[in-house]
């Protein structure tokens, strides 16, 4: 991992929880109708629902981390000014300086693509683009600035037209 890599991860993991927390509690409380308005909420609701949240399988260490926060303070400012810098340096000025519509990625390099549009704040789709043994999808993503979605909608929606490799997947029956 390069030291910027290196250097983003960390500022996420600072930024993350905290912004989380705040933006899941704000969404919550807007609902018109909700059984759970904030983050502690939906830890105790899941607590009580162990076995159909699966809970076993599942943690909620993110939920947890994330309620344990107590809002953005002046090391997530820092780590949240670093990521934008990044961000601008990084994707913005790629997109300008190429002239791009979109990025495009492959399933496989998704989670990577899909940090860095994340701490921007950039939007992306992915969609199918082919199948692996078993009929596992694999994905395509297609990812760009914001403001970008209608021409993402539309880069996304030529491809499954091109391709036509969209199908409902085969599973076994006995899951």
Do not use: W
């Not at 759970?36 to 699966?54: C, G, M, P, S, Y």
């Not at 993110?62 to 090391?75: Q, S, Y």
């Not at 199908?167 to 006995?174: A, D, G, R, S």
């Amino acid at each position: 991992m390069t030291a910027i890599a290196t250097i983003g991860a960390t500022s996420e993991q600072i930024a993350l929880p905290a912004e989380f927390k705040l933006a899941l509690n704000s969404y919550l409380s807007e609902l018109p109708y909700s059984p759970v308005r904030t983050l502690a909420d939906v830890i105790d609701f899941n607590k009580k629902h162990k076995i159909k949240e699966k809970l076993n399988e599942y943690d909620q260490d993110i939920f947890l981390e994330a309620e344990n926060t107590t809002g953005v303070g002046p090391l997530e400012r820092d780590a949240i000014a670093l990521l934008n810098e990044l961000s601008v340096k990084g994707l913005e000025r790629l997109m300008a300086d190429q002239r791009l519509d979109a990025i495009v990625t492959a399933a496989a390099f998704d989670r990577l693509v899909s940090h860095v549009l994340a701490i921007g704040g950039y939007p992306g789709i992915t969609v199918p683009a082919g199948y692996a043994r078993h009929g596992i999808p694999f994905g395509i993503c297609f990812g760009g600035l914001r403001g970008s979605e209608p021409k993402l909608i539309e880069i996304a929606y030529a491809f499954e037209q091109a391709t036509l490799v969209r199908k409902p997947p085969e599973l076994p029956i006995n899951l």
